[in-house]
């Protein structure tokens, strides 16, 4: 019986030997497990030998290795470039890459620098230097975010692998802040918003005016919900004032229970 036994297994090692030696005869031959085609189905948002530089060896000479590791591939490229890359199988041998600029968001200040969010929570400095190289980057039209030091560091430092980092800021409550401040008639004299600190809570800043001249500031709860009917009672309390908020005024509405201080500037 264990003779039998033996004898079965002796010809399943031959004939998978004879299969594996028949694979790596047709390799080395034909090139049968070697990559075949990466067809770019965009536009060149990269210089093309940053992606063939990022591919991994592997990946050239055994084809399914980016079934399986192509993230390793992409996160190559993604990490150090403001791009998205999505890559999918079309093939024996074949893939399909899709290479996109970041879309971004909003400019912010942070770290006595400028840096570039973009709306799937990426962030990188405005003058980095590989984003030059980019096509189709486009900077952004609404007002820069100042975010002070006092609070939360913005950004995912631990898991940071190359130039480009994972945001931690609250993505939804930012872009409630701008979706709000759209919807306010004198949003167009906005020059930029301020997120910091008052009093151990979290407060929002909004400046009035231009980068010569910072005409008057309201600060706001970190809540947008409220923020409309602010800017209501403004435009009843100072009905000629084009740009929200006759010049030289501080307006805090932090307070829970609606009330609005006004104050001129350099007297809070």
């Not at 006092?150 to 692998?161: F, G, M, N, T, Y």
């Not at 993505?171 to 709000?180: A, G, H, S, V």
């Not at 930029?192 to 909004?206: D, H, N, P, Q």
Request: a neutral charge.
């Amino acid at each position: 019986m264990r003779a039998n036994k033996r004898s079965a297994w002796k010809k399943y090692l031959i004939i998978i030997s004879f299969f594996c030696g028949a694979l790596y005869f047709a390799e080395m031959r034909y090139g049968f497990f070697r990559l075949r085609e990466l067809e770019l189905t965009t536009g060149r948002v990269i210089p093309e030998e940053i992606i063939w530089q990022a591919l991994p060896r592997e990946a050239v000479d055994f084809w399914p290795y980016l079934i399986f590791k192509g993230d390793v591939f992409t996160e190559g490229v993604t990490d150090y470039y403001p791009v998205s890359m999505k890559l999918s199988f079309s093939g024996w041998g074949k893939y399909k890459l899709t290479v996109e600029p970041l879309d971004i968001f909003l400019s912010v200040s942070w770290d006595s620098d400028f840096w570039y969010l973009s709306f799937d929570g990426k962030m990188w400095r405005a003058n980095l230097p590989a984003a030059v190289t980019v096509k189709g980057l486009k900077r952004p039209t609404l007002p820069a975010l100042d975010w002070d030091s006092q609070l939360p560091v913005p950004i995912d430092a631990e898991q940071q692998k190359g130039d480009i980092y994972k945001s931690n800021l609250p993505m939804e409550k930012i872009k409630k802040w701008y979706d709000t401040i759209e919807k306010i008639y004198w949003h167009k004299n906005i020059y930029r918003i301020l997120a910091g600190k008052m009093e151990g809570r979290r407060i929002v800043s909004i400046l009035l005016g231009g980068e010569e001249r910072v005409s008057g500031e309201i600060l706001m709860k970190d809540d947008a919900s409220d923020w409309l009917s602010v800017a209501a009672a403004l435009e009843n309390i100072y009905p000629s004032a084009s740009g929200g908020l006759p010049a030289g005024l501080v307006v805090n509405a932090t307070y829970e229970n609606d009330k609005m201080i006004v104050s001129e500037k350099g007297n809070m």
